[in-house]
């Protein structure tokens, strides 16, 4: 079973908000990764947790703070968001036999009003 | 030299056609590659990983050359489910050894819509 799972589908919120998505895995991957995916680019690398602890921050603003509170499920807090931070947001995991192939879950859709 | 670089397409094939998607990578060190295909709103999936020996999948052939850099896709008798937006991806390895903690590269993706 291949499956990541994302909460919520979809979000709509203020820039005052605050919201978090979650990302959640039983593969037993021990890499976690967050990805941004903007209409018709490629999806962007924001953070990676490794055994969770956070390997890769790519200079992600403050407003977007990830959490993983253990192997299975990571977690990404928003807050004081800005319109262009609408996009599709990505969870993945990779670990175990396959190595570094990376498994996506379905996104969650959000838009910042 | 853009770290990952795919045919712009779009490529528009009748149903049946042969279509060969195209792939440079400017990072020598790269370790792994893959192709992704991802629907429109959703997410990428893994279609196949490439080996230097080159692999088929059925209808599909991935084919790796070092030496220049270079990755391609081949998909026979495409049908109209196979239209989708197709993802390079490499793999550049860091982290320690035996971890699996990569980051990977995209290439910008190449739409192929397959027509009845």
């Known amino acids: 079973d291949t499956e990541v799972t994302q909460t919520p589908k979809h979000l709509v919120m203020g820039m005052t908000n605050k919201k978090s998505l979650k990302c959640e895995q039983h593969?037993?991957?021990?890499?976690m990764y967050w990805y941004k995916q903007k209409a018709k680019k490629p999806p962007e690398l924001m953070f990676v947790?490794?055994?969770?602890?956070?390997?890769i921050n790519e200079s992600v603003p403050s407003r977007f703070s990830p959490e993983c509170p253990n192997s299975s499920l990571l977690n990404l807090h928003l807050h004081a968001l800005q319109p262009e931070d609408s996009a599709l947001y990505l969870c993945?995991?990779?670990?175990?036999?396959?190595?570094?192939?990376?498994?996506f879950g379905p996104g969650t859709r959000l838009l910042v009003l | 030299r853009k770290e990952v670089e795919q045919d712009p397409g779009p490529f528009n094939v009748p149903e049946g056609a042969t279509v060969a998607f195209n792939c440079t990578y400017s990072?020598?060190?790269?370790?792994?590659f893959f192709w992704y295909r991802q629907d429109c709103r959703k997410e990428p999936k893994l279609l196949m990983s490439?080996?230097?020996s080159g692999n088929e999948d059925g209808r599909f052939t991935a084919q790796l050359n070092r030496a220049s850099q270079y990755i391609s896709l081949l998909i026979r008798d495409s049908k109209l489910s196979d239209s989708a937006t197709y993802l390079c991806?490499?793999?550049?390895?860091?982290?320690?050894?035996?971890?699996?903690?990569?980051?990977?590269?995209f290439g910008k993706g190449t739409l192929l819509t397959v027509n009845p």
């Open positions: 593969m037993g991957h021990r890499a």
């Open positions: 947790y490794s055994y969770e602890k956070l390997s």
């Open positions: 993945a995991s990779s670990g175990g036999a396959a190595q570094e192939t990376q498994y």
């Open positions: 991806v490499v793999n550049a390895g860091w982290g320690n050894s035996g971890g699996s903690n990569y980051k990977l590269t």
């Open positions: 490439v080996y230097s």
């Open positions: 990072n020598s060190a790269s370790q792994s």
